[in-house]
């Protein structure tokens, strides 16, 4: 039997909507700037909240994940429906590759979620994976029969562009974090019929030799960090 007084419930309701809308914006910008490895410490410290508070509006960790994401990942399936609604199969086509890059770029915690293969597959992702497939196969395939997409271009294509774009996007760091757009030019001019892109796609010019070095070298020494015992 609850004893509480109304007042009370309505008090405590009041505070858990309050502590709701302060970890729901402050675990999403930690994801996605720094990634799912980001711990629920932190988010209750960005927060501004305790940690028992976290864990009592979501349970653990995997549950907070799923409860941001899974609005990010239907963002995802708009975007592939927004494409095929379209008139243009390459229009369709190159604005599903851009949205998506742009999608995954601002946020490491979302493609770590929907393209790392090092983490194992949930409910949610499973989800997302059966509901994006037909549509992924229609963009592909419209473009294909419109002549602008080669025949040896697979559905399951898209996935492979995205990882190597954002892999060149964790590459391209703070210091050149357009860097991915070079690379989806780069992968979109391959999987062309014509081998042309429209030249307004891509905006960010190609690193130096210098710029280049300096961006290998951070990633070296970010693994070593990473695996002490590698330098040895």
């Not at 809308?21 to 629920?40: D, N, R, T, W, Y």
């Not at 990010?72 to 609604?85: N, Y």
């Not at 997302?128 to 395939?141: D, K, S, Y």
Request: charged share 30%.
């Amino acid at each position: 039997m609850n004893d509480r007084p109304p007042s009370d419930e309505k008090r405590l309701r009041k505070d858990a909507v309050r502590s709701r809308e302060k970890i729901v914006p402050a675990a999403m910008a930690a994801f996605a700037e720094h990634g799912l490895e980001v711990s629920i410490a932190e988010v209750a410290e960005r927060a501004g909240v305790g940690v028992g508070t976290v864990y009592r509006r979501f349970g653990d960790k995997d549950s907070l994940i799923d409860t941001l994401f899974a609005a990010k990942i239907d963002e995802v399936i708009q975007l592939a429906e927004s494409a095929l609604a379209e008139d243009d199969p390459a229009s369709a086509f190159l604005t599903f590759c851009l949205r998506c890059s742009e999608l995954f770029a601002d946020n490491k915690g979302l493609r770590q979620l929907m393209l790392s293969r090092q983490l194992p597959p949930t409910e949610l992702t499973m989800s997302a994976a059966e509901r994006l497939g037909p549509l992924r196969e229609e963009i592909t395939n419209r473009a294909k029969h419109a002549g602008w997409l080669r025949e040896s271009f697979a559905p399951s294509d898209f996935p492979v562009i995205l990882v190597a774009i954002q892999a060149v996007r964790d590459l391209g760091g703070t210091e050149h974090p357009d860097l991915w757009r070079r690379a989806l030019r780069l992968c979109i001019d391959g999987a062309r019929q014509d081998a042309r892109t429209p030249s307004d796609l891509i905006v960010p010019p190609p690193l130096t030799r210098e710029e280049l070095q300096f961006v290998i070298d951070r990633r070296i020494r970010a693994a070593q960090a990473d695996c002490p015992g590698s330098a040895e």
